[in-house]
């Protein structure tokens, strides 16, 4: 799967992942009353204003980015309608030829993880049938739980050519509290940066693996170390934009082939109609805004490169 | 929410909770044929089958513990359907007047901890209404991205009376890969469980704080540091049973007044009819043999104490 990653980014000239986080907040009025209208202030209701949003902003960005990362969490809070337009909106992206990032930041203990693997990479065995519950291409996973946490979702990617992406060093303010813990002189997050090279190495396709990992934009020196440490991990770099980092401090992330790094952003991409940056495109445009957005974004990142 | 588990136990005189973690394997073969003749072998007739067995394991469970931990990996597997049955699930117990830990081991940078917080203890606005996503009680939090991942749990769980546990010291083998790196001579766990006691601190209900911990029963030694360590804080034990732990490996993790654990067992409850010990129920009166697995691990728990 990272290869095919690898060719969309290639072709689309942007290591950029738009971020599919729709809060409430950041859909147009318009498209919150249609659906309320139909449905009322119901789950049913904000789950169908977010799969409206979520159809144009994919049409819009299709062909100008290679991967979308819808935030589970945001639909999960919808209930099962959330989690329902979840899986329209996988299905849709993927119909799209968009790679798929499920950010379920999922992991538990064996037996555990399996079920998770089979939910978001794999599919479930019913008596005589397969069934594959929610199908990205990738996800998102927590390592707190050390290898055998891991191994069903690596077991997972080699059966059916998926990836990963491990959290080693995350992008929020308290992140270093437990991940930059010094051991023997160096953080816990380089003693999981270890592990991802060997989780990584048995999934390698060319030069880099399907096992990647998380690394935030806000600390761009220990991200430049950090792909020192996983030459042939891929990268997915969060916190550009709404969260403060710019292109400058990305370069460090990708490797001297131009490659090994995938930047996210989700407000600065969804959000840009409620941005001034892109107050001209009004909230009718919304998703002409996100797709400029992204070109900006692709200009800033690459002539930093 | 800690005080009401606390009365629970008291009532009951168990501090155990059944995991209702049901896969397809520990379901007797009468209740999955029912389920696919009337719903086929697709995700709906296997989580037709699901509900079907919980049911009947919490009818059977209901009188004799206080709390039930459905593990939401087992329901997310089977997709929306699943996920219906594992908020139908939730319901029915707490109708049961069991309390529900949630285990869904979430965690995120903090804008999506608040939708995880929302989704699993809170509600949510949409319009001029109100709507509770999955509604359990308690649910289960994943540590590593500090305290801003973990303070929109805390706020919830202050405004709407819910609690968490934050995974500390888990049961698997490879748990200490990164739990237990050591830091000026103090591994790993102990640094999470000092900010387990800051997180909870605002948060207390007598003796003990809204904010607990998960310690496995693999090792009891660090069960008593952690113990001595945490003293308001919960400890929801997981281990015990078919992970391999018994009641005199558990002693150590209750303090002085008899509280302050509450011991899981899954499979060792809902798969007992399975196991030699309690073949004799035979796969029809299933519910019965969980029922006895939960009276046995009551005595073995009580007299070790």
Redesign the interface.
């Known amino acids: 799967m990272i290869g095919k990653l690898i060719i969309k980014i290639r072709k689309c000239d942007a290591p950029i992942v738009a971020g599919l986080?729709p809060?409430?907040s950041l859909i147009p009025e318009k498209i919150?009353d249609n659906a309320?209208s139909g449905f009322g202030?119901?789950?049913k209701?904000?789950a169908e204003a977010v799969w409206e949003f979520n159809r144009a902003i994919i049409e819009a960005l299709a062909d100008v980015i290679p991967a979308v990362k819808p935030?589970i969490?945001?639909y999960?809070?919808?209930?099962?309608d959330?989690?329902?337009v979840f899986?329209r909106t996988v299905n849709y992206c993927r119909k799209k030829e968009l790679i798929v990032i499920g950010d379920v930041?999922?992991?538990?203990?064996?037996s555990?993880?399996e079920?998770?693997a089979?939910?978001h990479l794999g599919s479930?065995e019913?008596?005589?049938?397969s069934?594959v519950?929610?199908g990205e291409d990738f996800a998102t996973v927590?390592?707190?739980?050390?290898?055998?946490?891991i191994k069903p979702f690596t077991d997972v990617c080699a059966k059916e050519d998926k990836g990963i992406f491990v959290?080693v060093k995350?992008?929020?303010?308290?992140?270093?509290?437990?991940?930059d813990?010094?051991?023997d002189g160096r953080p816990?997050y380089e003693?999981?940066a270890e592990?991802v090279n060997e989780w990584g190495a048995a999934l390698m396709e060319g030069d880099y693996s399907n096992v990647g990992c998380v690394v935030g934009a806000t600390y761009p020196e220990v991200g430049e170390r950090l792909r020192a440490l996983m030459p042939h991990a891929f990268i997915l770099v969060?916190g550009y934009g709404a969260q403060g980092a710019k292109g400058s401090d990305i370069k460090g992330y990708f490797n001297k082939d131009g490659l090994g790094a995938i930047v996210n952003s989700s407000r600065g991409i969804i959000g840009a109609w409620k941005s001034d940056r892109y107050a001209s495109f009004g909230p009718k445009r919304f998703d002409e805004a996100a797709r400029q957005a992204c070109l900006d974004m692709k200009e800033d990142i690459n002539s930093n490169k």
């Open positions: 986080d809060n409430l919150l309320f202030e119901t789950p209701g904000a935030q969490a945001m999960e809070q919808l209930g099962l959330g989690l329902e899986r930041k999922r992991g538990d203990i064996g555990t993880s079920a998770y089979r939910a479930v019913i008596g005589s049938s069934f519950p929610f927590n390592p707190w739980f050390g290898t055998d946490g959290l995350t992008s929020n303010p308290s992140g270093g509290e437990f991940q813990l010094l051991v816990v003693y999981v592990k969060p």
